[in-house]
């Protein structure tokens, strides 16, 4: 669940020090999962949140300077295809990502040595790695290319400075480092972005860079009822409900429309059902990598194409 990124920090050009990456502390971490919660009770543990950075710190990064203090945060969740792709329609729920399984392991592994064939007399010999003289033969590395998508599940920009007049999205800022850093992965194939964006700010920002809706969209509903003891009480043909009356919402509920729900071209309220409230609601957005291209969108990466990122704007 992509967060609201507001409070963005613009960084000044000129002799100050420019924002600097870094891992994301326990500190930073306990107060982004603390405003997730507030905003979007999904049911992720604290503990599931610790298990995706320690799995991949490189994808959690914060963005501090001396001036400023910290500026901003991105958590992103690097997921086998398999997985990704079944996150993207709702067939995987994100508090159930699970970090030990669905993310890329180690791709570096050693094969056995292979047999080596030594004509002997006229005759083929296998020596099982083993030339007659003893030597062993060379231990080839194979290097197993993994299809991997990058799941957004967390931006946010958090200080505010005055605009200044070069600026860049903190957003930019934050997707250039992680692709970039992606991209030097070692057997990483990485095959698109997504993100499951709750709110207006974040849904304009993943617009902007390109993303599209799955269909999948993750729903806070309710529904709004009359008390029994306040039924209406019919006199004649005209009934009338007394003076003090009070309506009281249900508890919320949390509610899925996957893609073939709204194949039919039903509105929100047809799938959900009529007199119910929607409180909040999430989309989910992915952006492709061209497999013709086979790199990471451009658009996602420096205008300088250096990857290194110095002003933030203060907008996302």
Known sequence: MSSPTSGNSPVRSGMETPPTPHPISDEVLRAVYASDMEMYPAGLSYDRLCSWVAACPEMSICWSSPKTGILGVVIVLPMLREYWEDLLVGKLKEPTVDAHTMFPHDNKREQKPQAEHVEVAGARQICNGKAPNGRISAVQENEEQQEVGLHVYHIERLAVEPPTSKQ??????????????????????????????????????????????????????????????????????????????????????????????????????????????????????????????????SLLMSSNGNGCALELSSSI
Do not use: C, H
């Open 168 to 297: 860049r999205r903190f957003s930019e800022i934050a997707m250039e480092e992680v692709t970039r850093r992606a991209a030097e992965k070692k057997g990483w194939k990485v095959v698109g972005l997504s993100a499951l964006v709750a709110t207006d700010g974040g849904k304009r920002t993943f617009q902007r860079m390109g993303f599209k809706n799955t269909g999948y969209r993750e729903l806070f509903v309710t529904k709004v009822i009359r008390r029994p003891s306040y039924a209406a009480i019919g006199i004649g043909n005209s009934p009338s409900i007394p003076e003090d009356a009070v309506d009281e919402p249900e508890e919320l509920d949390m509610l899925y429309i996957y893609p073939e729900d709204g194949a039919g071209g039903k509105s929100v309220s047809e799938i959900i059902g009529y007199g119910r409230t929607v409180v909040a609601m999430s989309e989910m957005t992915v952006k492709r990598v061209s497999q013709e291209e086979g790199e990471l969108p």
